[in-house]
């Protein structure tokens, strides 16, 4: 790597790709059972993790509603205290775009910010992960972790779907728009922004339904896109999506991503790109943070004040002024976040013979939200990306999650190179994950029956109204609906 490239972030991505060819090659050899420890290999593809995950940390921050540096800064200790805590080799932990948008949606995060301010969203959001952390936690000790599992496929689908929906409407302002503001107003201003109104009026929970007339506007009205940000957007985007057929084979997951970014971070820095960027990213001071041994060991992460966060008036502002709302809440978002953990962990069982522990990984869960609000991030659950990752590039044990978040934190001086990087590019990043699966819902198109209404119910309330309350409105049709027909057509649980 070289330390004086003006990109050395990306210089260092594709050096490890060409470094590791032979090193990835024998280790998708050997997929069956737990894999042997072997810290050289969690070494390299911690360092691989870290490299190729720093878009997707910054794009997700912007997806809760603030700036994007502040999920550089905030990422390192919950990943550090998940791979402390989990069991799995492989699983990792993260801002993901399902938790940026609940995080968003139930806390109202456009409006909060409007009325207080960033500094102010971000206690907000804080003390929301360790009300989660803390429910999930209990949730283990009463036996939960198993009980997710049985939650009907059906009301997964759905759940996703709407959940999808609401991530790609928090990314096409900032994707077809140099500036995300000039959507969110022409949407107000138009035919689109009436029927918002009507429908809040009429249920004042629709949270969602902003979004979807945002992407209704954005589809319709192409003319009224920015030119240079909707191109940047577009053909990121496209390459995202289709590189993956041409690239060499020794390139990790993850690095379409890197070279799409830093394409367009080029492009930002040369021809002076006037859009929406990242901005400035301040220096992390290694004075500060935690000392450890009596010094001789800093860790350069500021540790907000939690007996503070506590005190935040979450409640009173966001769950109309009800502790016994603000639990539930933190209750639902922990068990629909836990459906990731148990999907992937389920996957890396059933294909890779590796055994997991339901109440283990919840309490994980917990413990790595907990790290996330003493430190300012959102609430985090597993990435099957990152995981999926992890796994091809030869992870062994933990201690890969635990190099990622060590060379997150100690990096923190040499992010700044990701300043001038268009947001649409950040966006694209987004997208990219999710719209082929709105545009075309194979899952839910194949649901038949009571399975398909429960679907359907679940996608569109969870779309329209919030990501908390679809899923429990989608619970309850699915009990109603089977109570009625005597449970013909029943879905599978996963």
Not at 43 to 66: F, H, N
Not at 427 to 443: D, E, L, T
Request: proline share 5%; with cysteine; aromatic share 10%.
């Amino acid at each position: 790597c070289n330390p004086r490239s003006a990109f050395p972030h990306f210089v260092c991505t594709t050096a490890f790709g060409h470094c590791l060819q032979q090193h990835i090659a024998l280790k998708r050899i050997a997929t069956m059972g737990a894999p042997t420890f072997n810290p050289i290999s969690d070494i390299i593809s911690g360092a691989i993790m870290a490299a190729t995950s720093v878009p997707q940390l910054i794009a997700y921050a912007e997806t809760v509603g603030y700036a994007g540096y502040r999920g550089l800064t905030t990422a390192g200790a919950p990943l550090f205290a998940w791979g402390l805590a989990t069991g799995s080799p492989w699983m990792n932990s993260g801002v993901t775009s399902l938790t940026a948008v609940m995080a968003k949606t139930d806390l109202g995060g456009e409006v909060y910010v409007a009325m207080y301010g960033e500094e102010e969203y971000v206690d907000l959001v804080s003390a929301y992960s360790l009300y989660i952390g803390i429910a999930s936690i209990v949730m283990a000790s009463v036996g939960f972790g198993k009980l997710a599992q049985k939650v009907p496929g059906a009301v997964k689908t759905g759940f996703k779907w709407g959940c999808e929906l609401g991530v790609l409407s928090s990314a096409l302002p900032n994707g077809l728009y140099a500036f995300g503001s000039t959507l969110k107003t022409n949407t107000a201003n138009s035919a689109f922004g009436d029927v918002v109104k009507a429908v809040k009026t009429a249920v004042p929970s629709a949270t969602g339904v902003s979004g979807v007339a945002n992407i209704a506007y954005a589809v319709t009205h192409p003319q009224t896109w920015d030119l240079v940000p909707a191109i940047i957007f577009l053909s990121c985007t496209l390459f995202v999506m289709k590189s993956k057929s041409f690239m060499p084979k020794f390139m990790p997951p993850g690095s379409e991503v890197v070279i799409a970014t830093a394409a367009a971070t080029v492009f930002s820095v040369y021809y002076g790109y006037e859009g929406g960027m990242v901005g400035e990213i301040p220096t992390a001071d290694f004075n500060s943070g935690l000392s450890l041994f009596n010094g001789m060991i800093s860790i350069p992460v500021e540790i907000m004040d939690v007996k503070a966060l506590l005190n935040v008036p979450i409640a009173e502002r966001c769950f109309d002024g009800s502790i016994i709302k603000l639990f539930i809440a933190a209750a639902i978002f922990s068990g629909v976040n836990f459906l990731s953990i148990v999907g992937i962990a389920s996957g890396f069982e059933a294909e890779n013979s590796v055994p997991w522990s339901a109440p283990r990984e919840l309490i994980a869960q917990g413990v790595s939200n907990l790290a996330a609000g003493a430190v300012g991030s959102a609430p985090v659950s597993g990435s099957m990306s990152r995981s999926l990752v992890s796994r091809m590039t030869g992870a062994s044990s933990q201690m890969a999650c635990i190099v990622t978040a060590l060379l997150w934190i100690y990096m923190m001086p040499y992010m700044s190179i990701m300043s001038p990087t268009p947001k649409a590019a950040l966006s694209s990043v987004i997208v990219s994950a999710v719209v082929k699966n709105v545009v075309m819902p194979k899952k839910i198109l194949q649901l038949k029956g009571t399975d398909f209404v429960v679907g359907v119910v679940s996608a569109v309330t969870t779309a329209i109204t919030s990501p908390t309350l679809g899923f429990g409105v989608g619970m309850v049709a699915y009990i109603a609906i089977n109570a009625v027909t005597g449970g013909k057509g029943k879905s599978k649980t996963a």
